[in-house]
């Protein structure tokens, strides 16, 4: 019988930081079981065997073979790009995936504040309603940056990013990102940055000026509201996320959602109990829920423990 799953992270050293996929079934980025009898295998290949039992019967329906959600932890050490991501139908129809047997996936995706340094902020839309005409002349004339909006974040602040929104992660900023599996990334603006190759890193104009939404201002952020059990934080098509402060037994009933589970622990200890046994998840940790469990117990190991619960959206 399944049980829940922990994997191997994937560290992707970036020119302006650090990237750890906790989670992934994207392309040759898989993510390796590291518990249980299913140690060595990859997330698709644990979904090949056991489709249904793992992700729930409706998110087989819609996905197939395909795990629907990456899970991240970025370290922003320097400014990230500016950028903007697709949606669906403009992936699919802009062929923006490289494998042939994999649907075109477009890339909303929310962001959980886990470190911030007391100047940190983050880009999240325009400033204004804007046009392509006047983006591209701000990109010729070196003032992008007068059109975007600053908005400042601290622990604990949550954004929603979705697909057409211009954004970027700021130097001193640590997030825990939850998106739709895909890795189709269009580059506005890069500040004129070196890559590892001393040149200049390429940019996609063209794709961006094509998917941006040029009347999105900055979305509002979901702040911290004190020590609740169960937060709600976001509840978008592509999934749904709570933030769980845990400081006593939390029982969770996921029958209603036929869906696989995904704990992301931000601090402390749990252990997740289930029919068949339990399973202990530390801070740093993501867990995968199979479906079928859909009955989970959360116990504290110490003090208090936070948690992101992911899974698909409706």
């Known amino acids: 019988m399944l049980y829940p799953l922990l994997f191997q992270p994937i560290v992707k050293p970036k020119i302006w930081g650090k990237e750890i996929w906790s989670l992934?079934?994207?392309?040759?980025?898989?993510?390796?079981?590291?518990?249980?009898?299913?140690?060595?295998?990859?997330?698709?290949?644990?979904?090949?065997?056991?489709?249904?039992?793992?992700?729930g019967g409706r998110v087989y329906d819609r996905y197939g073979l395909h795990f629907p959600l990456l899970f991240k932890i970025i370290d922003a050490q320097d400014d990230l790009s500016i950028q903007v991501h697709p949606?669906?139908?403009?992936?699919?129809?802009?062929?923006?995936?490289?494998?042939?047997?994999?649907?075109?996936?477009?890339?909303?995706?929310?962001?959980?504040?886990t470190k911030a340094t007391d100047e940190a902020s983050i880009v999240l839309g325009f400033n204004k309603s804007t046009n392509a005409a006047e983006v591209a002349a701000s990109l010729q004339s070196n003032t992008i940056?007068?059109?975007?909006?600053?908005?400042?974040?601290?622990?604990?602040?949550?954004?929603?990013?979705?697909?057409?929104?211009?954004?970027?992660?700021?130097?001193?900023?640590?997030?825990?990102e939850i998106q739709q599996t895909s890795d189709t990334t269009y580059r506005l603006y890069d500040y004129n940055r070196l890559g590892v190759d001393g040149k200049l890193r390429p940019l996609h104009v063209a794709e961006a000026l094509h998917?941006?939404?040029?009347?999105?201002?900055?979305?509002?952020l979901v702040t911290t509201k004190g020590q609740q059990s169960v937060e709600r934080l976001v509840n978008d098509p592509h999934f749904v996320t709570n933030r769980l402060h845990i400081n006593q037994t939390l029982q969770r009933d996921y029958a209603p959602y036929d869906s696989f589970v995904v704990y992301m622990c931000l601090e402390g200890s749990v252990t997740v109990e289930y029919e068949d046994g339990q399973q202990t998840l530390s801070a740093g940790q993501t867990c995968l829920i199979p479906a079928c469990l859909p009955d989970i117990a959360l116990i504290p190991v110490n003090g208090e423990a936070v948690l992101l619960e992911t899974r698909a959206g409706e």
């Open 145 to 176: 940056m007068d059109l975007l909006q600053m908005v400042p974040v601290k622990k604990g602040d949550v954004a929603l990013i979705e697909a057409g929104t211009v954004h970027a992660l700021r130097k001193g900023t640590q997030v825990a």
């Open 87 to 113: 949606n669906d139908e403009q992936a699919a129809a802009m062929a923006c995936e490289n494998e042939e047997d994999a649907p075109a996936f477009g890339k909303t995706e929310m962001w959980v504040v």
């Open 24 to 55: 992934s079934g994207y392309g040759e980025d898989q993510s390796v079981v590291c518990n249980g009898f299913l140690e060595g295998n990859t997330l698709s290949e644990v979904l090949e065997v056991y489709m249904d039992e793992l992700v």
């Open 211 to 220: 998917v941006l939404q040029y009347n999105r201002m900055a979305e509002p």
